[in-house]
């Protein structure tokens, strides 16, 4: 059993910046990625970051169109936790946020986690 904790989230003003953190816990063998998803109502759930834990001591990483040049995702210091910071918020960057994170809990068997959600409310 592999969870996904969020923290962070809540009201941020338009062109502000706000800062999600996840960290994954439990019988975690090798994590693959972490990455955030958002969901808003009606609509499919959607990446917007992800970071492959196997590159190099930072992982590599990839971002939706959308988010890309406002939004940074990055491994944390402490082991297997992520954060997503943003800048430059938009409204339409309001909604519900999820961590991900999918790994190994055996050597050949695969885990994919979500956390509960972080709420984004981008208002003035």
């Known amino acids: 059993q592999v969870q996904a904790v969020e923290s962070g989230g809540g009201l941020v003003q338009p062109g502000g910046s706000l800062r999600l953190s996840c960290a994954a816990s439990?019988?975690?063998?090798?994590?693959?990625?972490m990455a955030w998803f958002r969901q808003a109502p009606g609509k499919d759930r959607e990446l917007v970051a992800r970071?492959?834990?196997?590159?190099?001591?930072?992982?590599?990483?990839d971002y939706a169109d959308s988010v890309k040049g406002r939004f940074t995702i990055s491994r944390g210091d402490a082991e297997n936790t992520v954060s997503l910071q943003t800048s430059s918020q938009k409204p339409e960057d309001a909604t519900i946020y999820y961590c991900n994170s999918r790994g190994y809990v055996t050597r050949c068997e695969t885990i994919n986690s979500w956390g509960q959600g972080a709420q984004v409310t981008v208002s003035s």
């Open positions: 970071v492959l834990w196997s590159v190099g001591s930072t992982g590599s990483t």
């Open positions: 439990g019988n975690i063998f090798s994590i693959v990625h």
